[in-house]
């Protein structure tokens, strides 16, 4: 059985300060759904208003349409893989995958036997009767999940799982997680600071700062049609040029920046452009959206440039580059192809980008460097 | 309800949260406020035999405390000297022996805790707690044998023509300080080794390198780092040995009486309980008033000091 | 260079007398107890024997002590280990302006003197008693009760104690866990909490057990009329001084050692898994799942050893004729006491006759001089003189009245007056202020002592 998770109106202080604001989320049932966002924005906390580990100060939570106030976590069809696992170092392998079958009462050869059925899935067959600090850090995610699957929850609610994996394994189980998933079809929320991780496997991606949501949508979308300044500098690289917009038309938006006039996408929220001539705005643009201008070919938007350094990173170049009258170095990123970037430290040149591929925003509060 | 309890019985469950919350209370309000607080009020009634305890005849009175500082009215001294004499006596020997107990731990704290490294310092280290298991009285008793008339240090001195003639050691009140000091010794060396061994080696490396004295690496880095341990030890060993009953009882000579003593005189031979719980409460206050000021002397906190 | 091996030589002086200091006491009272002197020492060492243990075991006094000791530590064991544990659980719980006080108080028992508690105690369930009007031998006034209730008020601080250190370990995400998958609170307790708590619940009650078996300042005001062992002991150590208490001490310690490293197994175990976890999660280490406790067993094993070994010892010494050695041990006294005695009396009188030639000498002497007889000096021979007249009557001098006070030890006259009097009365307990160890009265009267006491002790 799988279920929708309806978060409304949802207020959380702890005493004065808030850590959720007037969250509205609406997960459907069935899909990987995760939380993004830099740390302390207030992600376990609302998974814990979920897990029913704490009531939201205001708002509701509905589980399949069913209100979960006053329902305590052990009577709510969640199950949580905690933050560092939580798995109980006393018990043996099975008997922690077996634990919520137990406090129901489930005989113990019954215990057993489903005990090993989920470790066939989490691909652990016969490692049931070792101890758990006996694993390794792998195992004992795929443990810890295959504890919470035996509680048969509705929803399974997963705190950074991964985050304690080295690189190779975690990009390993981001697979293994997104086919387990499939395999039992019930609702995933997952949270996480690696942008990686959520735009991989997420059907969708709700991105936080400070307790508010700044964006839900698909993967897609969060990259390459920010709602707002933070999504748009947390999620991925992005540069960008703060300026006044002088005129709106259409769904496009000209802003004249220090640096030059530049034309850009004016990103709807809510179904309403956000901006009108007149604003402040910001113009983002993507490092590997931006390319050397050479003179023939014809671009919306282009900068004059120096320089100042490169950084070969394998599969692309990296060049930095001081803007005329721009505060920041702006970086180019450019497909490796087994030349070179063909501008030397110093020289001169111009940049530009197509209008499609700038995003003009409102100024707003953006993610730490 | 507010929201701290709901919380805390969501956290606890009901069942559990009860049965902590009532646990909690009985200890805390029926084994401990209250039977001070009912000390306290009782302190100031007069004695009456006890099954007129709590009615009409049972009435508030500063006696006990007069009694304390001035003795009798008819009295011909104008000071209770005997009792305040004991009570003084009491507290300059408990700070005595701290003393001489802090004296004795601190050298060899730091001995175990950076010279004697790996297995014989561990050895020594674990058979320090041995004479911990051995009863308060029973060690007592073991220093009325030593220092008896016929006993050892009176043989051996002997022998040694320090003395010739036994050296009555329990009159002179010896017996009983080696035995006070002894009794408490524990809970003066493991809360400075603690603190000692806490102290990065490195920072008295440093210090010699440049050249300090080993007293003054003493006096500037470890014993500033061994402060709490310090604190702790003392304020325990004060505590225990000023309301220590035993070792006087089994150690002190005939003329010496410990404040603990008369508490328990005028409970036992005199049966005025009234008398007996306002000189127990003089002890408390005194107590309590040495460790404030160890707190506020050494700046430390309760939690640091009770461990 | 010397003065830092000075320094170290004068440390390691110092530490070794501080174990000494620290141990010493305690060796001889244990060796006391092995003694059949019948009054603990170990200088003149007599007979090995075993018999103070069999005095004690016929101590009833004793004995109902012990029991009610016991019956009143295992009371303690389960009021104070619960009380311990929810205050433990209740210190992370309260709020954090509240928590200093909370723990102010909770762990003001470990500060607050014990007979403060005991009396306490005492008054308070006695008023409680008259509120519900209860009769003197319901529960409000029941030693144990008192003691039991009296005791726990500071040993469940102890517990406490024990219980928030290993807390501070507990990873309350996992009883979130529990919880999460489907445990009740009270399942996540048992099943989650109580396991991780193991090991510190018996090293608490190990804890408690012990503190309330040694506890002498509360119990004496708590216990009323119940008497329990330290009550016992104290009085029996007040009043008088006989072995038998060392050989209570002896058991003590055997059995508290026993209890003890029990203890340490639990604390040693403890330690090590946590020094594990840490090490696994540090990714120092595999986790081995046969864990050995190398330190601890080789002292266990000791232990065991020495004990084996006292109680064989024990055996076969009480076995093996102490009452012959005995015997001759009194024998041997006697005859060097009375060989002691001739000897001196030998040296007297040839010293006597020696002093009869000077006095010859000097009694000449004297006739010429017009001098006053009050002369002072210890040296003068004239002070001596009458004294040996005293003792001596056949001697012509007894002009003077001899009121000199006299007290050289070496004095030869001392010694030959007393042994004079033993002559005389050898039975009587003298009551001269003389206290050389030379003494032969001395001896001889604790010679005598001791054998009309350890008498008395085999009769019964
Ligand atoms: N019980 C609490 N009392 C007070 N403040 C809290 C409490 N729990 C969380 N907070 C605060 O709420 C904010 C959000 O915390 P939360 O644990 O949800 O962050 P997070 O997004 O999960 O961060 P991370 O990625 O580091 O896990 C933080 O500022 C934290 O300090
Ligand atoms: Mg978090």
Known sequence: ?369 | MSTYWKDYFRRNGMALGLFVLLAVMVWMLVMIILPQLYMLDFSFRTNVPPPQWGTDTHTYTLEHYRYLLYGNVNATESFNYLDLGVFGRTIIAAVFVTFIDLCLCYPVAYYLAHVAKGGWGRLMVMSLIVPFWVNELLRAFAFKVMFGTGGVINDALMWLGILDQPYDFIRENVALYSGLSYAYILLMIFPIYNAVESLDRNQIEAARDMGAPWWRIHWRVVIPHAKPGITSGSTMVFMLTAGALAAPQILGGPSSLWFTQLVYKWFNNSANWARGSAYALVLLVACIVFVLLMMRIFKVKLGEIAR | MTSDRIRKFFVLFFVCGFFLYLFGPLIIMGLTAFNSSAFPRVAPWECFTVEWFDVLSNDTRLLTGLRNSFLIGFGVVLFAVPLGLAGALMLTQVRERVRPWYYTIVISPILVPGVVLGISTLLFWDRIGVMFGASRDSLFYNGFFLTIIGQSTFIAAYTMLVFISRLQRFDSAQEEAALDLGATHVQTFRKILLPFLKPAIASAAVLAFLASFENYNTTVFTAISTSTLTTVLASKVRYGIDPSISALAVSIVVLTVLGAAIHEVFKRREEAEARQAGLVAAGVMERKSTQKQWFLEPALIMILLVFIAGLGTAFFAGTMGVEECKVAVREQKRIETQKRIEELQQRQQAERAAQQAAEEARRVERSQRTGTENFNSIFSSDNLQPQAGDTAPATPQSERAGTENFNSIFDTQNLQQQSGQQEEAPARTGTENFNSIFDTQNLQQQSGQSEGQSGGQSGQ
């Open chain 1, 1 to 369: 059985m799988s279920a929708d998770v309806k978060l409304e109106d949802v207020w959380i202080r702890f005493g004065s300060f808030e850590a959720a604001k007037d969250v509205n989320i609406h997960i459907q049932e069935g899909e990987f759904f995760s939380f993004l966002g830099p740390s302390g924005c207030g992600k376990t906390t609302l998974l814990r208003a979920v897990s029913g580990f704490l009531e939201p100060s205001e708002g509701k939570v509905l589980i399949g349409g069913q209100d979960m106030a006053g329902i305590g976590p052990n009577k709510r069809p969640t199950a949580l893989i905690f933050q560092n696992l939580a798995l109980f170092p006393l018990m043996k392998v099975w008997e922690n995958i077996a634990f919520p079958l137990e406090v129901r009462g489930v005989g113990k050869a019954e215990r057993r036997k489903r005990a090993d059925e989920l470790l066939e899935l989490i691909a652990l067959p016969d490692q049931g009767d070792k101890m758990v600090n006996e694993l390794s850090g792998g195992q004992k995610q795929r443990v810890a999940i295959a504890r919470a699957l035996a509680a048969e929850p509705d929803v399974l609610l997963l705190d950074e799982p991964l985050s304690a994996l080295d690189l190779k394994l975690r990009q390993h189980m981001r697979t293994e997680l997104r086919a387990i998933q499939q395999r039992v079809g019930i609702t995933f929320i997952y949270i996480t600071h690696d942008q990686g991780e959520a735009l991989t496997m997420s059907d969708h991606v709700a991105v936080m700062s400070q307790g508010v949501i700044e964006q839900v949508a698909d993967g897609n979308t969060i990259y390459d049609s920010p709602q707002t300044a933070f999504v748009a500098s947390f999620v991925g690289e992005n540069n960008h040029f703060q300026g006044k917009v002088t005129a709106a038309d259409g769904d496009m938006v000209t802003v004249e920046t220090p640096s030059g006039v530049l034309r850009g996408r004016n990103i709807e929220r809510d179904g309403k452009p956000q901006l009108a001539a007149g604003d402040q705005a910001l113009v983002f643009i993507r490092p590997e959206s931006l390319r050397f201008v050479d003179g023939e070919k014809k671009r919306d938007n282009v900068l004059e440039a120096t320089v100042e350094r490169q950084e070969f990173e394998g599969n692309f170049w990296q060049v930095f580059l001081q803007v005329k009258d721009c505060p920041r170095v702006v970086s180019l990123s450019m497909v490796n192809d087994g030349s070179s970037v063909g501008h030397d430290v110093g020289a001169q040149v111009k940049i530009g980008c197509d209008a499609a591929h700038a995003v003009a925003l409102p100024v707003g509060q953006m993610a730490a460097e």
